[in-house]
């Protein structure tokens, strides 16, 4: 096996180990402040150190665990934190949805409004999958990359929260939202796309900040 044979395997391995870790985390199998033993992990997924610590050192890019002296560490987010990022996702995303509605085309109009009647027809897990593949499919369409990581990595910083805080689906009324910004897109309007986006975030977190409220209040 040559050196880039060992590279690209190492990398895949390091991916596969990074997503089933990712996966517990956002499932809530592996709970804020856990502490991720390098030793344990390297034991249950049978892999070497080196791939298990590019995994955590990704994971930690994400913004989904912490590395110090002890380590890794499962992040702990809380609901000012919540707030805090999503103050930041709806500048951002905001600003790419207006940057998409002056050069979306209609082809891919009709993917949008496909993902969307699928996401009607959907509940659970696959609604949550394609609700993300809706917002990701929209940003993509702005080509700009850095923009789009940017937005991915501080999602998945959010999922965590609002995984853990167990926002049920606001099917009926993000399925209103998610048509407000596909209309706005439609009508190639950026301003109304920004503005759409952002409300939509804001819902989100208002929602997850008034199940915060009640969780503490009956404690």
Same mark, same amino acid.
Do not use: C
């Given at each position: 096996?040559?050196? #880039?044979?060992?590279?690209?395997?190492?990398?895949?391995?390091?991916?596969?180990?990074?997503?089933?870790?990712?996966?517990?985390?956002?499932?809530?199998?592996?709970?804020?402040?856990?502490?991720?033993?390098?030793?344990?992990l390297a034991s249950q997924f049978g892999a070497s150190r080196t791939p298990l610590r590019e995994a955590l050192q990704r994971l930690a890019q994400?913004?989904?665990?912490?590395?110090?002296?002890?380590?890794?560490?499962?992040?702990?987010?809380?609901?000012?934190?919540?707030?805090?990022?999503?103050?930041?996702?709806?500048?951002?995303?905001?600003?790419?949805?207006?940057?998409?509605?002056?050069?979306?085309?209609?082809?891919?109009?009709?993917?949008?409004?496909?993902?969307?009647e699928a996401l009607d027809k959907s509940d659970g897990e696959r609604w949550i999958e394609l609700?993300?593949? #809706?917002?990701?499919?929209?940003?993509?369409?702005?080509?700009?990359?850095?923009?789009?990581?940017?937005?991915?990595?501080?999602?998945?910083?959010?999922?965590?929260?609002?995984?853990?805080?167990?926002?049920?689906?606001?099917?009926?009324?993000?399925?209103?939202?998610?048509?407000?910004?596909?209309?706005?897109?439609?009508?190639?309007?950026?301003?109304?796309?920004?503005?759409?986006?952002?409300?939509?975030?804001?819902?989100?977190?208002?929602?997850?900040?008034?199940?915060?409220?009640?969780?503490?209040?009956?404690?």
């Amino acid at each position: 096996m040559t050196s #880039f044979e060992l590279t690209a395997s190492r990398v895949s391995v390091a991916d596969e180990i990074a997503s089933l870790l990712r996966q517990r985390i956002m499932m809530g199998e592996l709970r804020p402040g856990t502490l991720l033993r390098q030793d344990e992990l390297a034991s249950q997924f049978g892999a070497s150190r080196t791939p298990l610590r590019e995994a955590l050192q990704r994971l930690a890019q994400d913004g989904l665990v912490r590395m110090d002296r002890r380590g890794a560490t499962v992040v702990s987010i809380s609901l000012d934190d919540l707030v805090e990022l999503y103050d930041m996702r709806a500048v951002l995303e905001a600003m790419v949805a207006r940057h998409v509605a002056s050069r979306i085309t209609d082809s891919q109009l009709d993917e949008l409004s496909a993902i969307l009647e699928a996401l009607d027809k959907s509940d659970g897990e696959r609604w949550i999958e394609l609700n993300r593949t #809706f917002h990701n499919r929209t940003y993509e369409i702005s080509g700009r990359p850095q923009w789009i990581e940017m937005i991915r990595s501080l999602g998945l910083r959010a999922d965590v929260y609002i995984s853990l805080v167990g926002v049920p689906a606001r099917r009926e009324s993000a399925a209103l939202e998610h048509q407000e910004i596909l209309s706005a897109l439609r009508a190639r309007d950026s301003e109304r796309a920004g503005q759409a986006v952002a409300a939509h975030l804001q819902t989100t977190v208002l929602t997850a900040s008034g199940l915060a409220d009640n969780a503490q209040a009956h404690h």
